[in-house]
């Protein structure tokens, strides 16, 4: 995958200047992923083919020049001017994955049917924190589609425990 490449290259850029530039740039790129999600404008001029390379790296100067690590800001720039902006969620992922793994540390995206108290998440971060013997950040969402159960995304690997994906299962085996 072409995102890969670029966040293997950023992460090599910045590792042999230590951890804490890896830190700013994971958060610097996490933040520039949150400000196009609740920017739904900025998103697509970002995205949008039509807008002139120099228009983009102008737009991107202006709002992060100064404001985020220059290894981050730099990638921001080589995205516009190889006009692959659109991949920028998957670098900021690909790059945290990488980062993660440097840190003996996983994301787990929990999906359930309601919301999760404290107690819970807390529950599930432990039981897999003790079976990947890594530190677990959990990061939880809401889908009432899922009718009961959770789905737990490990990078890769999905386990579906939910009430609709145990049904879906029963209907493939009837058919």
Do not use: C
């Given at each position: ?7 293997d290259a ?14 700013t ?81 996983a ?69």
């Amino acid at each position: 995958m072409i995102a890969d490449r670029y966040a293997d290259a950023i992460f090599q850029a910045a590792l042999p200047q230590g951890a804490d530039t890896l830190q700013t740039i994971d958060g610097n790129l996490a933040d520039v992923a949150a400000m196009f999600k609740d920017n739904a404008d900025l998103a697509r001029l970002w995205k949008h083919p039509v807008v002139k390379r120099a228009d983009k790296q102008a737009l991107v100067r202006q709002l992060f020049g100064g404001k985020i690590h220059p290894l981050a800001l730099n990638l921001l720039l080589l995205l516009v001017d190889k006009k692959r902006g659109v991949i920028f969620g998957q670098v900021q992922q690909a790059f945290r994955t990488r980062y993660n793994a440097l840190r003996q540390r996983a994301t787990i995206k929990v999906t359930s049917a309601l919301p999760l108290d404290a107690a819970q998440v807390e529950s599930l971060r432990h039981e897999f924190a003790t079976k990947l013997s890594k530190e677990v950040q959990v990061d939880t969402a809401v889908d009432p589609a899922l009718i009961g159960g959770v789905v737990v995304q490990i990078e890769d690997q999905v386990i579906d425990g939910s009430i609709r994906g145990r049904l879906e299962a029963l209907r493939m085996s009837l058919n």
